[in-house]
């Protein structure tokens, strides 16, 4: 009598899901984290380009300007003005943010003031976190609240 040595379907079958689940888990948690990141990343990329944007006016002496674009393609522009638009930089606004108030801000061409103090509110519905960007007009400097 021949005795076969292997594994049987099942156990072949049992021990491919194992893996499959044990594959999939982590890939799961890391679309999560990606959404997370994108949020975060933008959220720096806009500090950074308000404070550029706001240098800008001051070292060039040139008006520089901010404006949020809604639509499909929902995006931020830095763009300064010399003889018509010049556009710095965009930004693209991630699908877990809604923009809730993105006014346009001018920076003036000497002092980097905005003429008024207007406030950039997102939300992320995911994290049920309200993000507030608001002007400090003794530091000239934009401070992120997160509520």
Request: charged share 20%; glycine share 6%.
């Amino acid at each position: 009598m021949v005795l076969y040595k292997g594994f049987t379907l099942i156990e072949s079958l049992l021990a491919l899901s194992v893996v499959s689940v044990f594959i999939l888990l982590p890939v799961l948690a890391i679309d999560n984290y990606q959404k997370q990141i994108e949020v975060v990343g933008f959220c720096g990329r806009l500090e950074k380009g308000l404070y550029t944007a706001q240098q800008t006016a001051i070292i060039d002496q040139r008006q520089t300007r901010v404006a949020y674009t809604s639509g499909t393609d929902a995006a931020v522009h830095f763009q300064s003005t010399i003889t018509g638009e010049l556009r710095l930089s965009s930004i693209e606004v991630p699908e877990p943010l809604e923009v809730r108030s993105f006014p346009t801000i001018l920076f003036n061409s000497s002092s980097g003031n905005n003429s008024s103090f207007p406030r950039i509110i997102l939300y992320w519905p995911e994290k049920d976190q309200t993000i507030t960007y608001k002007f400090l007009f003794g530091s000239g400097r934009y401070e992120k609240v997160i509520e």
